[in-house]
């Protein structure tokens, strides 16, 4: 029972170097989520992938780039890293009914931009 | 835009007392509420979800309400236990299902 698995678990990246983090859900999700939490905030929405095939901004897409790959799969990308992405990436998934069922989360990607 | 906001930032209490978390949201237009917990280095696990037309949803000694008029939710836990110790949030769903999430409260279950 993976459920929501994010790769990599970690990662040190260097101002101007690109990356992509990768999610996959095993749940038969409709639904996949990209956020960040950062100290003494919460989780803010990056993008977001209401079905296959279709994606939008959340609150906060600036300096990123979705792919929804497939049903399975969500693929978050910064094409050049800046120390303010230094955060953690979480991704979620959730049913078809979406207002009735809660989301679920991955471990997550610390990330962190020198 | 959404607010939430979740007080105190941090509780620690003695083992076996209840647990009062609260929740507060300006917009009072939402379709759910949903608690969470969150282990330190872990991502979120779903502890309690509440639709709009609900008051309240009970889980073993889990409790959360609902009160959109004063923009409020709580999460009671009852008997508390050293395990209960993690960090919750609480998020509200818009119509269109996107999550505003508070900055949680850490909870420290002394034994």
């Known amino acids: 029972n993976a459920g929501v698995t994010q790769t990599p678990k970690f990662q040190v990246l260097k101002t101007g170097q690109s990356m992509t983090l990768q999610c996959a859900q095993d749940?038969?999700?409709?639904?996949m989520y990209w956020y960040r939490q950062d100290p003494g905030m919460g989780l803010r929405l990056i993008y977001y992938?209401?079905?296959?095939?279709?994606?939008d901004k959340g609150e906060v897409p600036n300096g990123y780039n979705v792919s929804r790959l497939n049903k399975r799969e969500f693929s978050l990308r910064l094409e050049s890293a800046a120390p303010s992405q230094t955060s953690v990436y979480f991704c979620a998934s959730s049913g078809r009914d979406r207002g009735h069922q809660p989301q679920h989360f991955g471990d997550g990607t610390r990330l962190s931009i020198l | 835009k959404q607010e939430v906001t979740q007080i105190p930032a941090a509780l620690s209490v003695p083992e076996g007392e209840n647990l009062v978390l609260n929740c507060s949201f300006t917009?009072?237009?939402?379709?759910?509420l949903q608690w969470f917990r969150q282990d330190p280095g872990k991502g979120l696990t779903s502890l309690l979800l509440?639709?709009?037309?609900?008051r309240e949803q009970t889980s073993g000694r889990l409790n959360a309400s609902l009160d959109k008029s004063s923009g409020r939710s709580t999460l009671y836990i009852a008997a508390s236990q050293p395990g209960d110790s993690a960090t919750y949030l609480c998020?509200?769903?818009?119509?269109?299902?996107?999550?505003?999430f508070g900055a949680g409260t850490t909870v420290t279950v002394r034994a």
């Open positions: 749940m038969n999700h409709n639904s």
């Open positions: 998020a509200l769903a818009a119509s269109d299902y996107k999550l505003s």
């Open positions: 917009d009072s237009a939402i379709y759910n």
């Open positions: 509440i639709q709009s037309s609900q």
């Open positions: 992938s209401a079905s296959e095939g279709t994606t």
